[in-house]
């Protein structure tokens, strides 16, 4: 199993509240990704890392925000949670180098905005 | 819209007969493709890839066929077993190293 894991693994929050999710690998893959799983969508994309502070958006980024400081470490932030957020999220990593051929996934946060 | 399509989102097989599991996707710059395996309350598990170059990737009971000008993917088992029930999602990368992914057909497979 690749070393991924994320924190917390569930969480219960308010609607207005900010909440930050943590994903961290030990295997030292170049690419990060954040995706979201809902009922009907299957997995999308909300932001995405190729590197240290190298970001972009993915095809759900709004109302999100990720930071990546540390190879080890994805962080995706929810500066003002919403109903509309509740969902589980995973990350997954991927890519030594320029390409990334398949990404492995992390256990999944289960996120729910009341 | 949905760049990548599993139009079933069910299938039922009984044990030891073949499970065919279709994908479909639109963006023809698409240039790698998988299948991952999900059970309930973990992360997908990678089972199976194959490059726009191919079409058709083995491994052991699992695989991928590609129909580039059909935009259509297939993911064979055989034969199928009951720990092959499981939630299996196709994805696509594209040339940025960005993966879309489908809706998910969820296999069960009949003792």
């Known amino acids: 199993d690749a070393g991924i894991t994320q924190s917390p693994r569930h969480k219960v929050t308010e609607t207005g509240t900010p909440v930050t999710l943590r994903c961290h690998q030990t295997?030292?893959?170049?690419?990060m990704y954040w995706y979201r799983q809902d009922p009907g969508h299957g997995l999308r994309l909300i932001h995405y890392s190729y590197g240290v502070k190298d970001t972009d958006k993915g095809e759900v980024s709004d109302g999100y925000s990720v930071s990546r400081s540390k190879t080890e470490d994805f962080l995706l932030t929810l500066e003002s949670a919403t109903s509309s957020q509740t969902s589980v999220y995973f990350c997954?990593?991927?890519?030594?180098?320029?390409?990334?051929?398949?990404?492995?996934f992390g256990p999944g946060t289960r996120l729910t905005v009341l | 819209d949905q760049q990548v399509k599993q139009n079933s989102p069910s299938l039922s097989v009984q044990e030891g007969r073949i499970s065919i599991l279709n994908c479909d996707y639109t963006?023809?710059?698409?240039?790698?493709f998988l299948w991952y395996k999900k059970y309930p309350a973990e992360g997908p598990t990678f089972l199976i890839s194959i490059s726009s170059i191919k079409d058709k990737n083995e491994d052991g009971r699992f695989t991928v066929f590609l129909n580039k000008s059909a935009k259509h993917l297939s993911l064979h088992i055989v034969p199928s077993q009951p720990g092959d029930s499981a939630v299996y999602f196709c994805?696509?990368?594209?040339?940025?190293?960005?993966?879309?992914f489908g809706t998910g057909t969820s296999l069960t497979v009949i003792p």
């Open positions: 994805a696509a990368r594209n040339t940025g190293n960005q993966f879309y």
């Open positions: 295997e030292n893959h170049r690419y």
């Open positions: 963006n023809s710059m698409f240039d790698y």
């Open positions: 997954a990593i991927g890519g030594t180098s320029g390409v990334t051929d398949t990404q492995y």
